[in-house]
Every structure is written in structure tokens, then in C-alpha cells.
């Protein structure tokens, strides 16, 4: 009897897979028999046997398949680790013609308990958990490293002669390899806790002509930081070429693939909640071959892309963000308020030969902050100009659900309803579009009256801000809006009134003697004082005139 075992054993394992036992308690004598069908290993998180009343343990193997003879019976014995902290034991038996079995996931002892709940016997008597043979066969498979009897394939090619997917791949074969060498040397040396727990292996980092190579091991994805890298991504504008390469040269950031992967996944649910529908405007071009375009970015685009665009419903969206408005702190949204969706949108020249239209929506309950980009949620977005025809087929899309939603109002997810008022704003071209008025430089230009171009500058004429009536050439498009919820932009007022005044002041400028000697130099310099580019020049064009 050794210090391993209460028990001695006789046996000539390896060579014969039978092994006796012996085991003396009082004036008694229990002898057991094993045959050992497969000997199984130490798993790198290995689980140790609870301990005995001497204080002993031992290491539980995987895999390991052993027959007992106990009692003038055979138990057919088995261990399997089902997860790193979890060993399923399993007993077989036959009774008459019939076989069963037991497991159970809390001890040896535990699963014989299920077999006969009167039994005595010692779950790591019945397994061989002490069989010191056994233990140092195993032992022996951990520490066999073959080193010696390495064997180079000269079939291979060098590893800067392969391609890049080729590389990967003898990168993951290698990985694996060195990560059972690895695992057998932590076994080996013994790098564990006082509860068996091994350290484990995070990744290797590898150097190949001065290009570095980190091989990673099932490290526990945070779906928090990808997602605030995913946020960085799209708010910085940070392309995927661009990260990939600053990824390759420090190892440590997340890679790519991974970043890529869980866009997809936010892109999914997001469409799941407010699904994007795609539309067509028009087969046909939608562009003014006359028009003159100033592209300053030299983008070309097909003509047969288009008309082609891309919507989502009001409704899903409110779904979404009427409890974050809710729920915020303080609450922008209160029972019984009223919510006063603004309609918007604008064109603008992205190409030589495109246009792109964009319609948006906001919440004027929350006041200024409306005048925030990320407070604008896009509705549409389609390729094309700002034309009657065109809105009229976007403006089909959404009447029905503006109609819907000003009449019955929406129920948010806890029941509660909401009554919604629609108001529109957006630049004049914009405005008169959607009113189906004329343009501002005709006869009839007001968006709220009768007004006539020439008596514009008259000053004590009064007109009732109603609609207007003698210019009203079409439909408006969205009839759920009251004429009184129409609000040119201020912004777009604002720099067009100045414009005018300017030119005005600069003509009275260019009609005194004195513009070319003091005038014009004393502007220049006053520009130039805070931090403006200004100059007068005649142009060549126009007579030699100022300008």
C-alpha cells in the first residue's frame, strides 16, 4: 500500500487491462476487480473528488470507461465532462435480462446513491479514482510532447509564400496544436488553484517578418463595448478597409469581423421593429437636362438609379420612441399632452446628375432640442428633385397613415392612447411644393393670402392670413395639415432677407464718389478683422461694374 491509495493493487497495466484490488477495514477483507475499457484524460479545468476523511482528493478523468466487478456484479462505470465546471457519472448494470442505468451530475458517491440508496460503497472505489496506475498513465499522456520525433512536412510551403486565406489557415491549425501542448504543460507544471482550477489560455501572439499574428482563444465576447464600437464606427465615419488595417498593426483591438457581425445583428433587430421598405419613384429620368449642375464633389452616378427610395412608417416609429420620450428625466411626453409631430424636408445636389430628397419627422413637445441633428428621425429618403410629381407619389405613401393617426391618434405599449397633431416646416421651395402653390416669384407668391407681387411693398394694405386661394394651382399634398400648422423655416427667411439687405446696401455703396479711394478699403479691413474673406471686384462680365 503507497501514499496514493488506502488500497493495493495488483495488475500489469499497461499490458493487461485487468486490475485487482484490495482494501482491509477491521478483521474484513473487500476485494474488487477492473477492467479498464478506456483510461480517458485530465481535461485542462480538471474536477477533483471530494475530499475523505483524511483529507484526500482526486483528479476526475474524461472519458474514462471502466467495468467493476462489486458484490458478485458488474457495473459498467463512465465519466463525462459535460461543461468546464460539470462531470456527468454514469453506471450500467444487468439485472436478469434487463440493463439499466443511473448518472448524476454531484458525485461519484452520489450516482451509486441513486442505484441503491442503502448502499455503503465509495463512489472512488467503485470508479478507480485511486488507482494509482491509472493516475500516472494519464499523467504520462499530458507530458508526452513527441518533441523529439518531430517530423517537418517539406510539402509545405513557407508561410510568406502562401496566400492570405491559406495562412489563416495554418495559423488555426497551429493554434490548436499548440494549445493541447500548451494545456498538457499547465497540467505538468502544476499551474493551478487549491480548488484544481487550471489558468487558462487567452491567446499567443506571434511576430512573422515584423507583422504581428495573435491567435485568440475562445475569449468571452462583450456585447457592450462592440456595440459602443459599432456606435463609434458609424458616428466617426471609421470605413471597415481603415479599421482592418490599424487593427493589423495593434493586435489587441477587436477585430473587424466581429464589429461587422454585430452591425448586422443591430441591423436586423432594428429592421425587425421598423422595417425599411423600398420604393420607385419613376422609371423615368427625373432631371432637367437643361439644368445647370455644379458638382463640386465630381461624383457620376447611373441615370437608371433614379427614382429609387426608401421609406418607414410613422406609426412603427412612434411605437419606438414614444416610451424613450416617456420614460426620460425629465418626461418630454405627459398623459394627456398632446404630441405635435413636425414634418420636414429638403433636397440637395450629391452628384453631377442627382439629386437626393430627404422627409423627416420631430417632436416639437421637446422644444429646442428639435434643433438637433439626432432629433430628426428620417421617413424617406428616395433619389430625385424636388418636384410636384414626385412628392405627390411620396406624399401617396404616408396620407393613409397621417389620416389614421390624426383621427384615431396611437396606443403606446402600456395602452395608453395619444392624440397627434401634424404641423410642416422646411425651406419656402420646399413649402410651396407641398401646399401646391405657385412659385414665390409669380403674381400670387404668399403661402397664407392673396397678396400680389406688385403690391408687396405697400405697406398699409392688409390681408387676412387665410390661404391662398388665387394661387393655388394644385392639391396640397398632405391634407391632414391645418394651413395655419405651415411654418416656413426661420433660418431660410432669415439668410434670404439678409441677402437682399446686403445687396442693397452695397449698391448704395457703389453709387458714392468715394467707394474706390476710403469706402471699399475700410470694408475689406473691417471683414478682414473678424476672420472673414472679402473683396470687392468689377466684373468683366457686367461693364467693369463692382460686384
Not at 14 to 23: F, G, H, L, M, S
Not at 140 to 155: F, H, S
Not at 159 to 174: V, Y
Not at 178 to 193: D, E, G, M
Request: aromatic share 10%; net charge neutral; glycine share 4%.
Amino acid at each position: 500500500m503507497d501514499n496514493f491509495s488506502t488500497r493495493t493493487f495488483q495488475h500489469d497495466y499497461p499490458n493487461n487491462p485487468y486490475i485487482d484490488a484490495e482494501y482491509v477495514s477491521g478483521n474484513r477483507i473487500f476485494y474488487s476487480k477492473y477492467k479498464i475499457i478506456a483510461l480517458g484524460y485530465y481535461p485542462q479545468n480538471v474536477k477533483y473528488t471530494k475530499k475523505s476523511k483524511n483529507g484526500t482528493q482526486y483528479q476526475i478523468p474524461d472519458e474514462y470507461i471502466v467495468k467493476t466487478e462489486v458484490a458478485d456484479r458488474m457495473l459498467h462505470c463512465k465519466t463525462k465532462y459535460i461543461s468546464a465546471n460539470k462531470v456527468l457519472f454514469t453506471i450500467k448494470w444487468k439485472e436478469d435480462k434487463a440493463e439499466w442505468e443511473v448518472s448524476s451530475e454531484r458525485s461519484s458517491s452520489g450516482v451509486i446513491k441513486n442505484k441503491s440508496e442503502e448502499s455503503k460503497l465509495s463512489g472512488i472505489f467503485v470508479f478507480g479514482f485511486d488507482i494509482e496506475i491509472l493516475h500516472q498513465e494519464r499523467i504520462k499522456k499530458l507530458q508526452k510532447l513527441d518533441t523529439e520525433n518531430i517530423i517537418i512536412d517539406k510539402r509545405k510551403r513557407p508561410l510568406n509564400e502562401l496566400s492570405t486565406s491559406q495562412q489563416n489557415k495554418r495559423l488555426i491549425s497551429f493554434g490548436q496544436d499548440a494549445h493541447q501542448k500548451i494545456n498538457q504543460l499547465i497540467l505538468k507544471q502544476r499551474l493551478t488553484s487549491e480548488s484544481g482550477k487550471s489558468i487558462r489560455i487567452c491567446n499567443i501572439e506571434l511576430e512573422a517578418e515584423n507583422k504581428i499574428i495573435n491567435l485568440k482563444y475562445n475569449l468571452p465576447v462583450d456585447i457592450t463595448k462592440l456595440d459602443a464600437l459599432v456606435r463609434a464606427h458609424d458616428e466617426a465615419l471609421l470605413g471597415r478597409d481603415g479599421y482592418r488595417k490599424l487593427a493589423a498593426v495593434e493586435p489587441h483591438l477587436t477585430r473587424e469581423y466581429q464589429i461587422a457581425q454585430r452591425r448586422n445583428e443591430i441591423s436586423k433587430l432594428i429592421n425587425n421593429q421598423i422595417q425599411i421598405e423600398i420604393f420607385n419613384i419613376d422609371q423615368k429620368s427625373v432631371i432637367d437636362e437643361d439644368e445647370d449642375y455644379n458638382n463640386s464633389d465630381g461624383i457620376l452616378v447611373d441615370e437608371h438609379e433614379i427614382g429609387n427610395g426608401a421609406y418607414r412608417s410613422i406609426k412603427s416609429l412612434l411605437q419606438i420612441l414614444i416610451p424613450i420620450w416617456k420614460n426620460s428625466n425629465p418626461p418630454v411626453l405627459q398623459i394627456g399632452d398632446i404630441i405635435k409631430l413636425k414634418l420636414g424636408g429638403d433636397g440637395r445636389n450629391v452628384g453631377r446628375k442627382q439629386n437626393h430628397v430627404m422627409m423627416t419627422i420631430c417632436l416639437l413637445n421637446e422644444k429646442d432640442n428639435v434643433l438637433k441633428p439626432d432629433h430628426q428621425y428620417c421617413i424617406c429618403l428616395f433619389v430625385g428633385k424636388e418636384k410636384y410629381d414626385t412628392l405627390e407619389k411620396v406624399a401617396h405613401i404616408f396620407n393613409d397613415q397621417l389620416s389614421e393617426l390624426q383621427e384615431n391618434g396611437i396606443y403606446d405599449n402600456d395602452n395608453i392612447h395619444w392624440k397627434i397633431e401634424f404641423f410642416f416646416s422646411a425651406d419656402w421651395k420646399f413649402m410651396y411644393i407641398i401646399m401646391g402653390l405657385n412659385a414665390p416669384n409669380s403674381k400670387y407668391f404668399c403661402l397664407y393670402c392673396d397678396c400680389e407681387l406688385n403690391n408687396r411693398w405697400n405697406m398699409n394694405l392688409q390681408w387676412i392670413i387665410n390661404k391662398n386661394t388665387k394661387g393655388q394651382k394644385k392639391p396640397a399634398l398632405f391634407p391632414v395639415i391645418k394651413q395655419e400648422n405651415y411654418i416656413p423655416d426661420e433660418l431660410h427667411l432669415l439668410l434670404r432677407i439678409s441677402d437682399v439687405l446686403m445687396e442693397c446696401f452695397f449698391n448704395d455703396l457703389f453709387k458714392k464718389k468715394e467707394f474706390e479711394q476710403q469706402i471699399k478699403n475700410q470694408v475689406e479691413q473691417v471683414m478682414k478683422d473678424i476672420k472673414i474673406h472679402f473683396e470687392f471686384f468689377k466684373s468683366k462680365s457686367n461693364g467693369g461694374k463692382w460686384n
